[in-house]
Nanobody, 126 residues
Framework: QVQLVESGGGLVQAGGSLRLSCAAS????????MGWFRQAPGKEREFVAT????????YYTDSVKGRFTISRDNAKNTVYLQMSSLKPEDTAIYTC???????????????????WGQGTQVTVSS
């Protein structure tokens, strides 16, 4: 069974930075893409970023392009989300996710993901 454990959330002022980590276990990490999603209070969960299994291909939702960077270390079975120039509207619970299938290159839809972490809270104060 795949397990995903996030860390690194917290409270930060607008303009600040945070780095989220997601440690994976339960299958061959390097064989699967990974993704980050977020859910703000009163809103639906939304896609944030995804990275292919070799780390070469990355995709971001428009609102975070240029500010967030997704990366991975396959030797450590960990995916990261470096967040900079944070805005109050980035406040949300951030969750990492893993797809069910290895042939999905860089999935951006929730239905393509079968495994989810518990989430970590990110709060950006103005």
């Amino acid at each position: 069974q795949v397990q995903l454990v996030e860390s690194g959330g917290g409270l930060v002022q607008a303009g600040g930075s945070l780095r989220l980590s997601c440690a994976a276990s339960g299958r061959t990490f390097s064989s699967y893409a990974m993704g980050w999603f977020r859910q703000a209070p009163g809103k639906e969960r939304e896609f944030v970023a995804t990275i292919s299994r070799n780390g070469i291909n990355t995709y971001y939702t428009d609102s975070v392009k240029g500010r967030f960077t997704i990366s991975r270390d396959n030797a450590k079975n960990t995916v990261y989300l470096q967040m900079s120039s944070l805005k109050p509207e980035d406040t949300a619970i951030y969750t990492c996710a893993a797809p069910r299938n290895p042939w999905v290159a860089a999935p951006r839809l929730m239905v393509e993901y079968g495994y989810w972490g518990q989430g970590t809270q990110v709060t950006v104060s103005s």
